[in-house]
Nanobody
Framework: QVQLVESGGGLVQAGGSLRLSCAASGSIFSVATMGWYRQAPGKQRELVADITSGGSTTYDESVKGRFTISRDNAKNTVYLQMNSLKPEDTAVYYC??????????????WGQGTQVTVSS
């Protein structure tokens, strides 16, 4: 079965940096758009950034200029470099991928989530 495994979360002071990684594995034929979402307690899950297989990117206004999304298609891995972190960035971060397998295409594959906490 397809799995998305995340790593790189943790505790950091305001102004610091973290790099998140998410690797997809299993019987994968192709991966289209991959992205990062986040959810804080009591709030809706929101898109942080995503990237197409061709490299086109989209960022939420709140992270534009601070975060950079990238991917390695050969490794089916997506990254999120987070700089100049703010307490408002504190949330559980989830990776998402649009993956085609032998059974068809599904946009709703999710990682397990990784906690990012930014202290004042």
């Amino acid at each position: 079965q397809v799995q998305l495994v995340e790593s790189g979360g943790g505790l950091v002071q305001a102004g610091g940096s973290l790099r998140l990684s998410c690797a997809a594995s299993g019987s994968i034929f192709s991966v289209a758009t991959m992205g990062w979402y986040r959810q804080a307690p009591g709030k809706q899950r929101e898109l942080v950034a995503d990237i197409t297989s061709g490299g086109s990117t989209t960022y939420d206004e709140s992270v534009k200029g601070r975060f950079t999304i990238s991917r390695d298609n050969a490794k089916n891995t997506v990254y999120l470099q987070m700089n100049s972190l703010k307490p408002e960035d504190t949330a559980v971060y989830y990776c998402n991928a649009d993956i085609t397998t032998w059974s068809g295409r599904r946009p709703g594959y999710w990682g397990q989530g990784t906690q990012v906490t930014v202290s004042s």
